[in-house]
């Protein structure tokens, strides 16, 4: 299986900088029983069955991209001041954080950040391009402080177009959204609003949380040819006892259990994966689904269109099949869906 399988030329313009408003009046293609309809996000409630259980991931996305001055006494060699952007990446168990910094060779070890005059970080060590820093405010003081000066961590193909602006603040965040840790929003939720949500619990839709924190390595290429090398990032997440119970629920009951998200897939397939039905988890997931996977939960998938040659094109067309993909894609692109984040939505029922 090869990278250039999952190849497609996407025009640079349907890619999506701002979402559209209201949330749910986003187009959405349903590919389903073979064929494909076009619709609207809020069609949800004619596409559902009673019964369906949609499963979201209500991570939270922190303001995760700083921008600050290191300041050097001037006795030392080199500029007294830059400027500094940083970029969050996770957390580790000693408390510091991986990031991201332009430009890494303007900072030495030891030296300080300062995003405001009451909060700084210290350079702890470089490597591979990489950076861990700890900052001087920890808990609650460092939420508040991270909120006031973080700017939202677009991905790549939107921050090259723009800046991230104070809208981005609530538009890269989901309705869902309760638990911080993600630096990526989970974008296939970005389409639900509270009109939405009451139209379909009115029509029996059920849903429950899980949480998978996204990390930056979401948007890492596949450098690979051969896709079946490619080792996948590893994110930090839960399904929790009640969330496993209401899922396997559905199940036996024979109601569609229809994720939200790529990341909300990713993360009930890796609780049911060594039984082979859904069970409680918590920890970190590498796991890679591309075709030929067995799926053991999801019944379908809510999703939005991805890069060419990314991984989440390889999952989708692993529930699919890639030569169903394709024709989706093909179809997106000539009815010029809008693609990736801010992009619309497609709603996936694997054909029996």
Request: glycine share 8%; hydrophobic share 40%.
């Amino acid at each position: 299986m090869q990278l250039s399988d999952f190849d497609f030329d996407l025009p640079q313009e349907l890619i999506a900088t701002r979402p559209v408003s209201p949330r749910s009046s986003a187009r959405m293609l349903v590919a389903r029983n073979g064929g494909i309809e076009d619709k609207i996000v809020r069609d949800l409630v004619d596409v559902l069955n009673p019964g369906d259980r949609l499963v979201i991931n209500n991570t939270k996305v922190i303001p995760a991209r700083l921008f600050g001055t290191r300041r050097r006494d001037t006795s030392q060699s080199g500029s007294g001041h830059a400027k500094i952007e940083v970029t969050l990446l996770e957390p580790t168990p000693t408390g510091t954080w991986r990031c991201l910094i332009k430009p890494l060779r303007k900072v030495n070890e030891g030296e300080i950040i300062h995003f405001t005059l009451e909060f700084y970080a210290e350079l702890i060590a470089k490597s591979d391009g990489q950076a861990e820093i700890s900052f001087n405010l920890s808990g609650a003081d460092f939420d508040a402080a991270l909120d006031e000066a973080g700017a939202m961590p677009l991905p790549p193909y939107i921050a090259s177009k723009r800046a991230a602006d104070d809208a981005d603040k609530s538009d890269y965040q989901t309705v869902f959204a309760q638990h911080r840790g993600s630096v990526a929003a989970p974008t296939a939720s970005l389409h639900f609003d509270d009109d939405l949500l009451t139209a379909l619990r009115a029509h029996g839709v059920d849903f429950t949380q899980v949480t998978l924190h996204v990390g930056a390595g979401t948007f890492l290429p596949v450098k690979v040819d051969d896709i079946t090398t490619h080792k996948m990032h590893a994110e930090i997440g839960e399904v929790s006892e009640q969330a496993a119970r209401e899922i396997q629920a559905t199940k036996d009951r024979g109601g569609r259990v229809i994720p939200v998200g790529t990341t909300a897939l990713r993360l009930i397939e890796t609780a049911a994966s060594e039984s082979g039905t859904i069970e409680p988890w918590s920890g970190a997931t590498d796991i890679f689904i591309y075709p030929g996977f067995k799926f053991h939960v999801a019944d379908g998938l809510m999703t939005n269109f991805h890069l060419p040659k990314s991984t989440l094109v390889m999952l989708v067309s692993a529930l699919m099949g890639a030569d169903r993909v394709k024709d989706i894609y093909k179809h997106a692109i000539e009815n010029r869906y809008r693609f990736f984040s801010y992009g619309d939505s497609s709603f996936l029922i694997p054909d029996l």
